[in-house]
């Protein structure tokens, strides 16, 4: 008999692998906002009260990032898939957030939902949904 999907540890280690992709997000929003924004397509400002204010902003979106992604490295460092699981589906719910942010803005928003979905079947394959019964 066969261990259950959700019991992959090649599913936790997607997992891991999307908390890295967050963390390196969130440490390019604290060292480098301009890119960082281009990500949303917004246009950087060109005045220097603007740019402050905008690059102070990016840096609270980074270490919401950077520490999603640590989330996500300790529940899987804990051996809990379906807790992964459910760190997956929590990064996956951010990404389209920030897709919904970008299409109520006119643009940008397939950055964010071209990458959206793999976490959300990650997450579940680590609840369970395809596991037998």
Known sequence: MSAALSQSS?????????????????INACVNPEHALSMF???????????????KLMIVYGIRDVFMGLAGYITAYSGDNRSLGWMCLAMSGVAYVDGIVCWANGHGEWNHWGYAPMITVVGSLLLGVLDRK
């Open 10 to 26: 090649l599913l936790r280690l997607a997992g891991t692998a999307f908390s890295t992709i967050f963390i390196g997000f969130g």
């Open 41 to 55: 397509e917004f246009d950087y400002p060109t005045t220097l009260t603007e740019r402050g204010v905008i690059d």
